[in-house]
Structure formats: structure tokens, C-alpha cells
């Protein structure tokens, strides 16, 4: 078997496959390795199979509403084994989708677990198969795609059993929805489950290190947040250090240190969600000598390594740990190998958070706009004061829009409320094109959408805002 | 009917001008592209050529005015046709009638001739000009033309990264008449991009100082017209009275190197050749009253040029006095602004390595280098025969809008005197 290959990527996430399409498209020839499932943790345990866990609950939850619409239905109830059995198969769906494309493309895909082997031009990837047996791949270049993996504390018990415990990855197929949960770490996978969760009926508490709830988001959207999901029933615990976790006779107990206060919190199960860590391990990064700086490959902006030949991209290259990123790195990162480069953006990375309400925002923060010194024009508006969101029933929601005042450029956008993460595109947009303030106030929202609140917020920021 | 002529702005900044010349008189018939007038401003001169076709019939500003505002009427064309919008005055100037447009040309690129106007981004050679919106704005802001900036985005789109990284050249601030063709600046490829990987080399930030010397070392190679003047020096009577002066200086301590020698003459030969102690401004050529000499000292990660003040009124014993201390406090960084900035000529002296010659980078302002290099025993023909002699080859880099073939020759010729009969340094 031919088994030298243009490039050899390892990883068929987010990042790995669109890196093996871009190749593909680019006239390289090009060889996957994945010991798991095409897709990756995106597609098989992450933003895909939430995605499908919360549409149920979103759909479970508004049945509880239904008589603000001048609805009713009889007997609301859910079949939690129903539920997950929708996501696995939407994961399954969408993997299979990935096979195809890799077919599609000419991409071989190689089941198995690879390590890294000095060699030149590149290093030479060993892969133990799957099915038994080895090959070694040989490539002008190899990128690696390994993603992450959720980071957990043994020490203090912040680390799955199996059973009591969960990480996301347990959280997504439970046999049944715990009566209680508490939640570790407010980001946004630690939201997403507690929003679901709750939907359904469950009695959640989020405990927080930080002073806020999601942490990375503007405070006015943070502080917005916590209003809304308190609305809902979430209880939270802020500023409250973990000190640690145990087994009770029919749960856990989370000890939990706030204010110079101890308190012991009980629930059935708990969600570990404190982080990512890059998976660099078992690839034979040390022996290569690659740089590693805080548990993730150092890259350059290429996502070249120190190592000749050796490519990083997504989440085993660092933060912001989203699909979307590894995806635009991955197209970024080929281009550059291929020599096709010319153009490329360094765009502004938008982040989402599927709770009701939605968040999501792209750019810098109120705060870190100001710590960056510039001058500001500040933009904020209502979902209240939108006529799409008050026929919806949406009415819960909020647009702020960061200008630097000196030259109009959009510096951030921070929106929370139903459908904002279909909508932060609009600000992506206006922000790579480079538009400023007149361009967005110049471009005609539709009516009635909850988008013309993005307008509303721009003209805001410029004090001409027409319906507040 | 009759369309005015409106005093363009020059710059996005720029709210009057004066009216250098007028190209047309009354009762001329203009076309498209005729050049009918020059603007000046503290900037630039620029000429303005017409859009429409007329006839002139009236010149409503007189040469030479100074102060016309943007947008006020300059002259009447009659039997023109319609006003273009092409190059519609950036301000509303309420001016009577309809109004004419004039267009700036784009030939010097540099002037930031049209800079900020909306109508300027379109430039008529190369059509429309890509340029993000945030790109047009802030270039507005700083008064910089995007036609002379190279765009890095998709299909050469000029970015805010362009615009703010981009670095006008000297000339925007001096005549735009005297500019020299701008030159788009120079994408910045990677070592990788350029077959050199990551991990084969390391790298060193750039401090200060490197920075700094690459900055002014571009700028005045790309900017100066630089030619070098060689000739060799027969040394051997200047280290014989070297050596007669360092043997009545040993009581008081002192000691005297062929370079502070070197320093004398050169201060003297520009005393008697004053046209080589000048730079140029584009205000007008420059000359110095008194030859303040640089002296480049390599100090470690680069090297700087402290200034021996007014050389010429001084001995030698002082010059070399004067050289220790400022070596010394080059090398520890620990000179004075006052005693690094501003010299009129200076001299790089790489002889102690065993250069037979080399020329240097001119130091701008200044209007000459003279680059030394090192004297040895070579054979040298008197009369008819041969004979050995200490010969040191130097080098006169000038600037030749200040300092011509010839000036830099008499200049030499001066210096060969000095330096071959050294006791005419006391004369």
C-alpha cells in the first residue's frame, strides 16, 4: 500500500477534516488518522449532540408556556431515553456525513492511534490500527488535530467515576435526568447542560470560581444572564472556590468555599465542566522536541510548530477551544503549506452559548476595549423594544454594540436572547469586512426581525437610536 | 455658460493654499488634462489640471497669492459643458453657478495629494481602488493617500493593518516636485515563506538601537542619490608628525590616533570647501557654519556617531581628548542626545580592521560620508620608478543633491593636502 502521502493530518475533528478537504481541494494528497469516530468530539460528543438535546428541551420547555399563546396540550412529559437516542443519531448522522466526504474528496481515512517519529521533510506518522497490525505514513507535512479533552482535578474529586461524576461526555447519555445536579464551572458547556437540565425539570445549582457567570462574555451580558436563568430556577454559587467533592449515600456533596463562608452542597449527580485540556500526549510530541507551552502545542501564526514540517490547528493549538476556529485554521494553515495563502484574515472569532436565552457575541468586551485604551461609543438595545421579539414572545434580550469612537470601527458585539447565535454573523461580517458605524447604519435590516435590534444597537452607539 | 474653477484641497487637512502659477491666461482654450494651474501649501506643490473643455474667461485669483481657501472659485471657463462629478469638492462650498472640477494628477504618488477625499480613492489609471471602509477612514484620518498603499486582503483589498502599518515616505512631508517615486512598501514575508524553517535559527527581537539603524540606514539608501569618490593618501608624513606630536604630548598624558588627525583635516577641508559642508533641504540647500564631525563608534548590537563639535577651531590634542570620552560613553550607551544628534559630515574609519576601502550609507542630513580604510605599505610609482609607500584608500559618499562630482572632488583634493602635508593643518 502506497503509503506516502503530501500530507498526513491527525485528528478527524473540526479541524483535521476541513484541513483534509482544503488539502484535497488543493491537489494534495492527503491521508486522515482518527482513533475514534470522523467528526470528532464536535460532531460525535459536543456541539452537534447538545445542539439536538437542547432542541428537545427548548420544545419540552415552551410546552409549559403554551398559554401565553392561547394554547394547551394535555399530559407535557418527556422520554429521556428518547431524547438522547435523537442526539446519538444525529452524531451518527453527521459522522457518516464526514465518511462521505472524505470519500468524496479522496482522502484516505486510516482507523487508528498515531504517533510522531522524527523524520524529514516531516516527521513520519506510526499508526497502531484499529483493526490490528501497523502503518507507518509517511508526508511532506503533518498537521496535528487532536482536539481537547474536558480538564479535570482528581485531587479534590473533580474527575468522572463512571457513575455520580459526569463530564460532558457522560452528561450527554445518562439513563435518566437527575433530579438535582450541580454544575462545575459556569462556561459555556457547563451553561449548556444546566440549561438543559433544568429545562426537564432538574434542580440545578452552577458553582462558579470566578465573580461572575461565563466569564468570558461582556458583565452587562453576564449579569443579564444570571437574571434570566434565576428567572428560570438555576441557582448559582459565584466566587465560590471548590474545595472539594464526595460520595454521599445516594449522591455527591460538593464542599464549597464563598465569602470566607463553607458550605456543603448535595445533589444527585454532578458536571465536571472546569475547562479543556489539549491532547498531547501518547503522539511522541516530547521525543520530537515540539513545544508545548501550558498543555498546548506552540504555534505560530500558520500554525507551524518548532519542528519542521509539524502543523498544529483547533483546540491542541490553544484557546478559544470552538469548532468554528479550528475550522478557520485548519483552511489557513493548508493554504499556507500549499502556497495559496495570500489574503488570509485574521478574523474575529465569534463565540456561542446554546441556553435560553442564547449569548453570543465576536470581538473585545466593554472592559477589555477600555483596558486596550481606546475610546468608546457604547450601543445597547432591548429585545423588549423589538416587534418581532414581542409577537415571538421573546421579549428576554439584549444587544450591545462596542465602537472605538475615534474611527467607528466595530471593536465587539454582545448579544443574549432567542436566536442570537443565527445573528452574530451579521457583526462577523461587518468586522472583517472592516465597516464602520455608517455601513452598518447604511445596510436595510429586514422588518419585523429580532436583527433590527443589531441595528437599533448601532444607531444607539451614535445616540440615533429610533425606537427607544 | 460658464463653470468656476474651485481651489482643490490637497490633503484631507489642508483648508487654503496658495497659487503658485497660473499654466493658462485669459481668452486659452483648455481641455481634459490640460495642466492650468500649481497649488502650493506648506507640504506640497501640485499641479492642477482641468476635467472639462473652455474657455478661460477670467483668472479670478492672481499668481502668487497666498491663503486662497479650498473650494473658492480661482477661474471662470465659459462655454464648457457640463460640470463632472468626478472630483466634486469634498465640501459643500455654496459656490455661486455651477461649478468646475479639477483633478489633481496622480503622478507623484506620495503627495497626499488627494488623501481622504471620497472621490480620491478612484484612481483614473488603475480604476477602482479596493479599500475597507475602516481602511478609507482612518487613512483620511492620517492624511495618507491609499493609493500609495499596497493592499494585503483578498484581491489586494487595502486593510486597516495596510494603512496603519504603512510608513509614508520622508518625501510626503518635503516637496511633492522633489519626491522621488514612491515605492509600495515591501510585503513583509516570513523566514518560512521563505524556504527557511521555524526551528533552524534563532531569532533576537529587535532592540532600540537595531531598529533604529534599520530605519535610518533604508530610508536614506532608497531616498539619497548617493555617488562614492575614492582616492589613495600617502600617510606616511602624517604618522611621522603623529608621531612628533604624541612624543611632546606623553608629559601631559595624552595621546594622539591617525583618526583624530583624520578628524582635524577633514573639519578644515570643509572650512575651505564649505559647498561640501551643506545638506539639503527641500527649503533650500543647507550650509553649515561650522564642521561638526560625527565619528561612527561600532558599540555592541550597533553603533552611533557622536560629534566632535566645531573641529575646526580645534587642536588636536583636544580633539582626541574629546573622542575618549564620547567612545567611552558610547560604548556604555551612556551618551547625551546632544551629543549624538545633529552633525554636519561624518566619518566611518574601518581601517583597524584591515578594510582597503569601502563606502558608507550616507548619514542624512548630511550632505557627505567619508568612509577610511586602513593604510598599509603598497608600492607607488614616483616619477618613473617604483618606491613603497603607507598609501590608505578613502572614500567620499555624497549626496548629490547637495554635493556634486565636483565638489566632493575638491573637497578630496583639500583633504589630500591636509593629510599628505599635515603641518598645512596649523596654516
Redesign the interface.
Known amino acids: 500500500m502506497a503509503d506516502a502521502f503530501d500530507l498526513v493530518v491527525i485528528g478527524a475533528g473540526p479541524g483535521g477534516y476541513v484541513a483534509a478537504i482544503r488539502a484535497s481541494q488543493l491537489g494534495l494528497k492527503t491521508a486522515i488518522v482518527e482513533r475514534e469516530a470522523l467528526g470528532g468530539i464536535c460532531l460525535n460528543w459536543g456541539c452537534i449532540p447538545t445542539k439536538a438535546l437542547l432542541k428537545s428541551a427548548e420544545v419540552y420547555e415552551q410546552l409549559g408556556h403554551l398559554a401565553d399563546f392561547g394554547l394547551s396540550v394535555q399530559g407535557r412529559s418527556y422520554d429521556f431515553s428518547g431524547i438522547v437516542h435523537r442526539s446519538r443519531k444525529v452524531a451518527k448522522q453527521l459522522s457518516a456525513g464526514v465518511a462521505f466526504l472524505m470519500k468524496k474528496n479522496r482522502v484516505e481515512v486510516v482507523d487508528g492511534v498515531a504517533s510522531l517519529e522524527a523524520a524529514t521533510p516531516a516527521p513520519c506518522v506510526n499508526v497502531a490500527l484499529k483493526a490490528g497490525g501497523a502503518r507507518t505514513l509517511t508526508a511532506r507535512w503533518v498537521i496535528l488535530a487532536t482536539g481537547a479533552r474536558a480538564r479535570v482535578i482528581p485531587a479534590i474529586g473533580l474527575a468522572p467515576d463512571g457513575d455520580r461524576v459526569w463530564t460532558y461526555r457522560e452528561a450527554m447519555v445518562p439513563d435518566a435526568a437527575p433530579t438535582s445536579l450541580l454544575v462545575v464551572g459556569s462556561g459555556a458547556i457547563g451553561m449548556e447542560f444546566a440549561s438543559f437540565y433544568r429545562s426537564l425539570g432538574t434542580d440545578v445549582t452552577v458553582i462558579e470560581a470566578l465573580p461572575r457567570i461565563l466569564p468570558v462574555e461582556d458583565e452587562e451580558i453576564s449579569a443579564t444572564a444570571q437574571k434570566a436563568f434565576e428567572k428560570r430556577g438555576l441557582k448559582f454559587r459565584v466566587d465560590a472556590k471548590v474545595a472539594g467533592l464526595s460520595r454521599t449515600r445516594s449522591g455527591i456533596a460538593i464542599a464549597v468555599e464563598s465569602g470566607g463562608k463553607s458550605e456543603s452542597l448535595e445533589a444527585e449527580r454532578a458536571i465536571v465542566a472546569v475547562g479543556i485540556e489539549g491532547n498531547v500526549e501518547g503522539l511522541g510530541l516530547e521525543a520530537l522536541g515540539v513545544r508545548i507551552d501550558r498543555g498546548h502545542v506552540a504555534v505560530?501564526s500558520?500554525g507551524?510548530?518548532?519542528?519542521?514540517?509539524l502543523y498544529a490547528i483547533g483546540d491542541i493549538a490553544g484557546p478559544p477551544w470552538l469548532a468554528h476556529k479550528a475550522s478557520h485554521e485548519a483552511v489557513a494553515c493548508v493554504e499556507h503549506i500549499a502556497g495559496v495563502g495570500g489574503?488570509h484574515?485574521s478574523a474575529p472569532i465569534p463565540g456561542c452559548t446554546y441556553t435560553t436565552p442564547q449569548i453570543a457575541s465576536i470581538g473585545l468586551t466593554e472592559a477589555q476595549a477600555k483596558a486596550a485604551g481606546l475610546s468608546l461609543k457604547i450601543g445597547r438595545f432591548p429585545f423588549r423594544a423589538n416587534g418581532k421579539a414581542i409577537a415571538a414572545g421573546e421579549t428576554e434580550g439584549l444587544v450591545k454594540t462596542v465602537f472605538n469612537a475615534?474611527?467607528?470601527?466595530l471593536v465587539g458585539a454582545h448579544m443574549i436572547g432567542a436566536e442570537v447565535t443565527e445573528m452574530i454573523q451579521g457583526f462577523a461580517l461587518a468586522m472583517t469586512?472592516?465597516?464602520?458605524e455608517?455601513?452598518i447604519m447604511a445596510t436595510v435590516f429586514p422588518h419585523p426581525t429580532l436583527s433590527e435590534a443589531m441595528h437599533e444597537a448601532v444607531l444607539d452607539a451614535y445616540g440615533r437610536a429610533l425606537h427607544l | 455658460m460658464s463653470t468656476d474653477v474651485l481651489m482643490p484641497a490637497l490633503s484631507p487637512t489642508m483648508e487654503e493654499g496658495a497659487l503658485a502659477k497660473w499654466h493658462v491666461k485669459v481668452g486659452d482654450t483648455v481641455r481634459s488634462g490640460d495642466v492650468i494651474a500649481e497649488i502650493e501649501t506648506d507640504k506640497a506643490t501640485m499641479e492642477v489640471e482641468a476635467v472639462d473643455e473652455g474657455v478661460v474667461e477670467a483668472l479670478l485669483v492672481p499668481e502668487g497669492t497666498e491663503s486662497v481657501k479650498v473650494n473658492a472659485p480661482i477661474a471662470r471657463l465659459s462655454g464648457g459643458g457640463t460640470a463632472t462629478a468626478a472630483a466634486s469638492p469634498a465640501r459643500s462650498g455654496g459656490a455661486p453657478g455651477e461649478t468646475m472640477a479639477v483633478r489633481v494628477p496622480a503622478a507623484p504618488p506620495v503627495a497626499p495629494a488627494t488623501a481622504g477625499r471620497r472621490a480620491a480613492v478612484t484612481t483614473p489609471a488603475s480604476g477602482r481602488l479596493l479599500a475597507?471602509?475602516?481602511?478609507r477612514?482612518?487613512a483620511s484620518?492620517m492624511g495618507v493617500d491609499l493609493a500609495g498603499i499596497r493592499g494585503?486582503?483578498?484581491?489586494?483589498?487595502i486593510?486597516?493593518r495596510d494603512v496603519e502599518g504603512f510608513k509614508p515616505a520622508v518625501a510626503v512631508v518635503m516637496s511633492a516636485r522633489a519626491a522621488p517615486p514612491s515605492e509600495s512598501p515591501r510585503e513583509v514575508r516570513?523566514l518560512?515563506q521563505m524556504g527557511i524553517?521555524?526551528?533552524?535559527y534563532d531569532l533576537k527581537p529587535l532592540d532600540g538601537m537595531r531598529k533604529t539603524v534599520a530605519r535610518r540606514m533604508t530610508e536614506s539608501f532608497r531616498n539619497v542619490p548617493h555617488f562614492p569618490l575614492t582616492i589613495d593618501l600617502e600617510i606616511d608624513a602624517l604618522l611621522a608628525a603623529r608621531s612628533s606630536i604624541n612624543a611632546l604630548l606623553t608629559a601631559e598624558g595624552g595621546k594622539v590616533s591617525v583618526n583624530d588627525l583624520i578628524i582635524k583635516a577633514a573639519a578644515i577641508a570643509l572650512q575651505r570647501v564649505p559647498e561640501a559642508n551643506a545638506s539639503y533641504t527641500p527649503e533650500g540647500l543647507a550650509f553649515h557654519h561650522h564642521a561638526d564631525i560625527a565619528v561612527a563608534v561600532a558599540v555592541d548590537g550597533g553603533l552611533i556617531t557622536p560629534i566632535v563639535r566645531a573641529a575646526e577651531t580645534k587642536g588636536v590634542a583636544q580633539i582626541a581628548s574629546e573622542m575618549k570620552g564620547l567612545a567611552e560613553r558610547a560604548r556604555t550607551r551612556k551618551l547625551k542626545p546632544e551629543e549624538y544628534l545633529g552633525g554636519t559630515f561624518t566619518i566611518s574609519n574601518l581601517g583597524m580592521f584591515g578594510i582597503r576601502s569601502f563606502a558608507s550609507i550616507i548619514n542624512e542630513p548630511q550632505g557627505a560620508i567619508l568612509s577610511v580604510g586602513a593604510g598599509e605599505r603598497r608600492a607607488v610609482v614616483r616619477g618613473e620608478s617604483l618606491a613603497a609607500a603607507t598609501v590608505m584608500t578613502v572614500t567620499l559618499t555624497c549626496d548629490h543633491r547637495v554635493v556634486d562630482g565636483a565638489i566632493g572632488a575638491r573637497w578630496l583634493a583639500a583633504f589630500r593636502t591636509l593629510i599628505e602635508n599635515p603641518i598645512t593643518m596649523i596654516v
Open positions: 505560530d500558520h507551524a510548530t518548532n519542528v519542521p514540517g489574503g484574515l475615534d474611527t467607528g470601527a469586512l472592516e465597516a464602520t455608517a455601513e | 475597507s471602509p475602516l481602511a477612514r482612518v484620518q494585503s486582503g483578498p484581491h489586494g483589498r486593510i486597516l516570513s518560512e524553517p521555524q526551528g533552524t
